[in-house]
């Protein structure tokens, strides 16, 4: 798998979120605080997340990506779309409980123009640990099957 990335472009409020290779934990200070910025913007109008150049996500990344959504409908309303075009991880938003918070499309979103990397923010380790932990609970908060799938690693992560 190759190293992830994060994409991001956003034109006159509508925002477009780009995830490629293996996406993992090491981003998450990266996702939470670009999410932060577009929630500030006063023209934010839409979002959409595009996992077609996705090979692989950790959970704590599909933790963030639900906190998008949760937080996109409770402020505005609605709820975003996920572009995905790999069977593999459609079957792993919909094992989350992910058709309760995204409209998904098993599509290509299209090109972008102006889509550009998002720098690398680098967390603390307790600041990363932090968005671990909130990432899983709001995946817990989901299913009771998610809460059975991370109990463990959240007694582990909260006891350290």
Known sequence: MSHGRILAASQDGA??????????????TTIDEY???MFADPEFA???????DTEGVDSTT????AKLA????DRFGFRPAIYCCSSGIIRLLTSMGFQRLF??????CGTLAGIDEIPLVEGSEQAVKDKVIEAHRVLMGLSEENQ?????LMAVLEHN
């Open 15 to 28: 925002y477009v979120i780009r995830m490629e290779g293996d996406v993992r934990l090491t981003l998450c």
């Open 35 to 37: 999410m932060q910025r």
């Open 46 to 52: 839409s979002v959409w997340v595009d996992l077609c």
């Open 70 to 73: 949760l937080e996109v409908h």
């Open 148 to 152: 059975d799938r991370f109990r463990d």
């Open 62 to 65: 599909l933790g963030l990506l």
């Open 103 to 108: 409209e998904i499309h098993e599509e290509v």
